[in-house]
């Protein structure tokens, strides 16, 4: 791992374009790159100008060591603002140990107090900062991202990152103390839908979901070929949509899911309303 410590220009970036926009006004990323390693990771798709190959991601990190200071210089974007951290890296990966950015950026959060303000990681390092979330208790929500119910899949695809009891454990630990929690289901990757919903069900009612986008810069597309059955569009959008329903909206149902994909209704007019958009949360 390439580790670089950097000094930024700037920590708060705007919203203007994308999916973020017209639900936040900033991201805050104290990091660039991810220790993770996530082969789907959309973030090289916008390359920096140096790291510019997609093939690299996973193998550095940069280190924005004034993030705090940057903070409190642009202290009068943050009040009163909707911020999004982290949205192109992930603010917990295991760097924070050493360099306690993330936790240092909220304490200056907590002094110039925006009005909205999502956590979003998969790391069980951010209940080490659980004292100061809770300050923040009235503006904050935190997003987890479990992607899948399979200890093997999620080796698969996010090598580096923490194992999926560790994030139900997380998202646990956080619910017990009166956070605000959600799961990012983002992508999706292979699963068996009625456990993965048994597993989150009793600690969210609200998801993130999201496809596996930009396979261009998929840097194991021999997993998408291995898996390219579950991600058949037609099978996965409904996969999709059955967990956000039973999640979400509590639908139960006795046939589960694989029952339930013989039962489709074919005329047009209901394929069409199965095939509407997804997300569908006011994260």
Same mark, same amino acid.
């Given at each position: ?13 705007p ?21 993770f ?23 550095w ?45 909220l304490?200056e ?11 979003h ?39 580096? *990152?923490?194992?999926? !009891? @560790?994030? %139900?454990? &997380? $998202? ?18 292979p ?37 390219a ?11 999709q ?27 047009? *007019?209901?394929?069409? !309303? @199965?095939? %509407?958009? &997804? $997300?569908?949360?006011?994260?």
């Amino acid at each position: 791992m390439d580790v670089t410590e950097i000094r930024a220009t700037s920590i708060l970036t705007p919203q203007m374009v994308g999916s973020l926009a017209g639900h936040y006004t900033y991201s805050l990323n104290p990091y660039a790159g991810c220790a993770f390693r996530c082969s789907y990771c959309y973030v090289p798709k916008f390359p920096s100008a140096r790291h510019s190959d997609y093939r690299d991601w996973g193998k550095w990190v940069e280190v924005k060591v004034n993030a705090p200071e940057l903070i409190r210089k642009e202290r009068a974007l943050v009040f009163g603002s909707s911020i999004f951290f982290s949205s192109a890296t992930d603010p917990y990966q295991y760097l924070e140990l050493k360099y306690r950015l993330s936790r240092r950026c909220l304490k200056e959060l907590i002094r110039y107090r925006p009005k909205k303000l999502t956590l979003h990681t998969r790391s069980h390092l951010i209940l080490q900062d659980l004292e100061l979330i809770t300050q923040l208790r009235d503006v904050v929500q935190v997003g987890i991202s479990i992607t899948t119910d399979d200890e093997s899949v999620c080796r698969e695809f996010e090598p580096g *990152a923490p194992a999926i !009891a @560790r994030r %139900l454990e &997380l $998202l646990k630990g956080l619910r017990a103390a009166g956070i605000e929690v959600y799961a990012s289901i983002a992508p999706l990757l292979p699963c068996n839908p009625e456990r993965f919903v048994q597993l989150l069900k009793p600690y969210v009612d609200k998801v993130w979901i999201g496809s596996m986008n930009y396979p261009e810069i998929n840097n194991r597309k021999d997993l998408l070929s291995r898996h390219a059955d579950f991600f058949e569009p037609s099978q996965y959008e409904e996969v999709q949509k059955w967990l956000y329903d039973e999640i979400c909206r509590g639908r139960s149902r006795k046939s589960g899911f694989k029952r339930q994909q013989d039962e489709r209704l074919t005329n047009d *007019a209901d394929i069409q !309303a @199965r095939q %509407l958009s &997804l $997300l569908l949360t006011n994260v």
